[in-house]
């Protein structure tokens, strides 16, 4: 089925010389040890380097900017838990207009100052994002102001796309690009935008999404030919978990993107924790997708290969638990639980069976009051450093060798 949703080349080309006046052109770096890992050439474009630290801010402006005085003069209004706050923001405060930014009550605390720092007017309304986009459109309603939408609009589309635009003028010889996939916005405008501009040059650019698989809506609407509702399950991944694909970046998908996969909480924990410890950046779930598809085999992709990284903005406390997530889903961080008898030297036992195993422990627990604990019995918690799984059952053994009853927890 044909599209019904049409952008042109020269409007992608007029949106990168707009958004060039706020954005920064993100550098691309070479992946070695993902090029090692997949044994094709890897690049990541950093966009989670990027002013307000995601591609948001491109869409937000080139919308924005647009806007007739009159509409200025009535400011904008946008719903959002992070990224899209933070662009609307900082895009409303360089072109001198009023923005009422509407976050949920549980919105991260760097975000929320993030976006106050900005200039925005800032409230907090709803327990869960549904909620916080009603008093929105309940306040674009009420006072006239222009409400930005995150994905489903043809100028965020085309400002999100320019970052398609910058990959093909800095990695000329790209074979495929990888990108994130939530509402559709940035991968309908970067796939649209790589494809004309491959055609323009007499070249070709395969396109591919990845989402979240708590998270995705884009299968099944794929699948039905139009845009379908899910259920969102929990995930890390909350930048890209939207419940139902926006009308123009699917038509959009469905014509330039060529494949739309899935990955696993697991996959993305673990693709955080390698490009943070090997490329030396930080990335959210939402934005690490990417270099999950490939470093699980999701994509196997032949040529060279530009991966975007489409924001950097994570709350520490998260950050801490993913890591600990990643560490554990790497079998580089075990927990384990071993029952012993309530008498002197148990302890020194136990560390002794780590010390033979070679194995570092980050944290211990000592209680006598768990559940199906006799009198006679405490329970000792390990939380052990480990090199792999290899390591983690030579640990096991170690403890099982010295008569110790050793249970192994998987988080």
Known sequence: MPTTTKISLAEFEKASENVSSIAIKTPMLQSHWLSELTGQDVWFKCENLQRTGAYKLRGAFNLISQLTKEERKRGVVAASAGNHAQGVALAAQKLGIKATIFMPVGASLPKYQATLGYGADVKLVGAIFDETLVAAKEYTAKTGAVFVPPFDHNDVVLGQGT??????????????????????????????????KAKAQGKKVKVFAVQAEMAAAYPSSLKA?????????????????????GKIPFDLIRENVDKVVTVTEDEIAMAMLAVMERSKLVVEAGGVVGAAALMSGKLKLKGTTAVILSGGNIDPLLLQRVIRHGLAASDRYTNISVMLPDRPGQLVRTAQAVAAAQANVVEVMHTRHGNGLQISEV?????????????????????KDAGLRPKLHED
């Open 379 to 399: 329970e000792l918690n390990l939380s052990v450093e480990t090199r792999g799984k290899d390591h983690r059952d030579s640990l096991m053994k170690s403890l």
């Open 163 to 196: 970052v398609g635009l910058e990959i093909l003028e800095q990695l000329p010889d790209v074979d495929n690009i990888v990108v994130c996939l939530g509402g559709g916005g940035l991968s309908a405008g970067v796939a649209t935008a790589a494809k004309l």
């Open 225 to 245: 030919g139009k845009p379908v509702e899910v259920k969102i399950h929990p995930t890390i991944a909350d930048g890209i978990a939207v419940a139902k694909p």
